[in-house]
T-cell receptor, first 110, second 115 residues
Framework: DAKTTQPTSMDCAEGRAANLPCNHS???????VYWYRQIHSQGPQYIIH???NNETNEMASLIITEDRKSSTLILPHATLRDTAVYYC???????????FGQGTTLQVKP | NAGVTQTPKFRVLKTGQSMTLLCAQD?????MYWYRQDPGMGLRLIHY???????AKGEVPDGYNVSRLKKQNFLLGLESAAPSQTSVYFC??????????????FGPGTRLTVT
């Protein structure tokens, strides 16, 4: 299973874009990149996923490099409610099991 | 829809006691999962099920058993609780529709303390 590397923590000013990087240099050609977040002790929440094209939804944008070895989750206008742990996950084939690392703790500051 | 619900929300056990955690989902999902999360760590998969009547082991299955007698329910059992099983337990479910996002929907968690 491909592993991911994320910074332990990041800060972002409220109203500014939050850019969360993720390295997944051993990703296989047909493995998807998923992003989830966990807001203080709640269950994780799905944000977005992608294979090789950039993706956007109402929550965020996902930028995947052409070689697929890294990606960036972008929250365009961070709010205080976006303070959470963000997990970058590469989904293995088959059962769709998610392997969570330690994630990035994003602190949005006023 | 209630989504994914977990019962109970909190529980304190003494070493050696047994208990069952219940997960229920009303989204007609085929796949269900049990994770545990220790302080400062990501989630680790305990057991999962790809359909009614089927179960499989995840990363950390020792000390736990599971059953999926009904599609909407996934039970996690601790036969003889140990302090190392103190954790927050999350249940999740997802659809297996072809072309779907494979998004997992998580419950609110059960906080278990074993003394």
């Amino acid at each position: 299973d491909a592993k991911t590397t994320q910074p332990t923590s990041m800060d972002c000013a409220e109203g500014r874009a939050a850019n969360l990087p993720c390295n997944h240099s051993t990703i296989s050609g047909n493995e998807y990149v998923y992003w989830y977040r966990q807001i203080h002790s709640q269950g994780p929440q799905y944000i977005i996923h992608g294979l090789k094209n950039n993706e956007t939804n109402e929550m965020a944008s996902l930028i995947i490099t052409e070689d697929r070895k890294s990606s960036t989750l972008i929250l365009p206008h961070a709010t205080l409610r976006d303070t959470a742990v963000y997990y970058c996950i590469v989904r293995p084939l088959g059962t769709g099991k998610l392997i969570f690392g330690q994630g990035t703790t994003l602190q949005v500051k006023p | 829809n209630a989504g994914v619900t977990q019962t109970p929300k909190f529980r304190v056990l003494k070493t050696g006691q047994s208990m069952t955690l219940l997960c229920a989902q009303d989204m007609n999902h085929e796949y269900m999962y049990w994770y545990r999360q220790d302080p400062g760590m990501g989630l680790r998969l305990i057991h999962y099920s790809v359909g009614e009547g089927t179960t499989a082991k995840g990363e950390v299955p020792d000390g736990y058993n599971v059953s999926r007698l009904k599609k909407q329910n996934f039970l996690l059992g601790l036969e003889s609780a140990a302090p190392s099983q103190t954790s927050v337990y999350f249940c999740a479910s997802r659809s297996n529709l072809a072309g779907g996002s494979y998004e997992q929907y998580f419950g609110p968690g059960t906080r278990l303390t074993v003394t």
